[in-house]
């Protein structure tokens, strides 16, 4: 049976996220940490949920939330032993139901293939065909890296002070340098390739939330030749998800391989590692790019590939 998602529901629900966790590589989804990551932040508003049961028992959960005209799927779960039932299906229709009153598509926002918190086999050819079969086609594909921080050590920052034609250093919201780095980073990504002119998003306008409060920046005299954002909020029950976030990272073309990439690179994960991070995620655009031998050489290891699928929901919507 599906129905509606109620908070009651949220130690079951919890249950079958941890359920499809890798144990050796992931902590356990908490009921706290999805009460306050999830219903906190989104507020469930906009967000249509629902559970599977099986004899009064929750096996399944999948949430879509809703934006101008999209509905991102961030959560499709069936308990393993209950896999091959139709209960995925029987989730997603009626996420796409839901959807197809208001919104034009559905998109299983990063939806995540050999996952080690989704539990689900990038190479498993069933999965793919699932989503290909009900209409979806798939987007993008992008991988996630990750850093275990705990060898990293604060006087590792030292390193970034190896070139004399810059300097680096990091500015947080509390410190009086902060909006003017971050005036100059909107500046720096609009002069350089259009796929980062995106980063400035990030940064424009007067709002602070976690996504925007670190930067790493590099000067050449006064003006910023490249900066590196991070997150270092704490992890709240949630696997791979929660952990502290690295990126968006840029270097000006006039200054590439000069050293100042490592530099910021280094200076801004040995700050998070201060600040009591175990652990950084990096992923988005230009993980496999130009710098990705600069990801592995300190360090950072693919554990996630990601695969975009999205669904037209039109064609549902004038059959109703």
């Not at 219903?39 to 879509?64: L, R, S, Y």
């Not at 499709?76 to 959807?99: F, N």
């Not at 060898?151 to 509390?174: I, L, P, W, Y």
């Amino acid at each position: 049976m599906i129905r509606p998602f109620h908070p009651d529901d949220i130690d079951h629900v919890s249950r079958v996220l941890t359920s499809c966790l890798d144990p050796i590589r992931s902590k356990p989804i908490t009921s706290d940490g999805f009460r306050r990551a999830v219903m906190q932040c989104e507020d469930w508003k906009d967000t249509h949920a629902c559970v599977a049961e099986n004899e009064g028992q929750v096996v399944g959960f999948a949430a879509g939330v809703s934006g101008d005209v999209t509905v991102r799927v961030p959560y499709l779960h069936v308990e393993p032993e209950y896999r091959g039932c139709r209960i995925g299906t029987q989730l997603i229709e009626k996420i796409e139901d839901l959807a197809a009153e208001r919104e034009s598509c559905v998109t299983l926002g990063g939806f995540v293939l050999r996952s080690p918190f989704h539990g689900v086999d990038a190479a498993d050819s069933t999965s793919i065909a699932f989503f290909e079969n009900r209409g979806y086609r798939q987007e993008f594909t992008a991988t996630t890296r990750v850093l275990d921080l705990s060898k990293m050590q604060s006087n590792e920052m030292v390193a970034c002070s190896g070139q004399k034609d810059h300097s680096c250093m990091t500015v947080s919201d509390a410190e009086p340098d902060y909006w003017r780095c971050r005036r100059d980073v909107v500046d720096l990504c609009s002069c350089c390739e259009a796929p980062f002119h995106s980063f400035a998003g990030t940064y424009e306008g007067d709002d602070l939330t976690p996504n925007n409060a670190h930067i790493a920046a590099a000067r050449d005299d006064e003006s910023l030749v490249g900066f590196a954002g991070f997150v270092p909020f704490e992890d709240v029950g949630l696997g791979y998800e929660a952990y502290p976030q690295w990126g968006p990272f840029l270097v000006h073309p006039g200054h590439r391989s000069r050293g100042i990439g490592r530099q910021l690179l280094t200076l801004s994960l040995a700050k998070m590692a201060e600040l009591g991070c175990e652990t950084a995620v990096l992923g988005g655009v230009g993980v496999d790019g130009p710098a990705a031998h600069l990801y592995e050489a300190l360090g950072f290891t693919t554990v996630i590939t990601w695969l975009q699928f999205q669904k037209d929901l039109e064609r549902q919507r004038v059959r109703r």
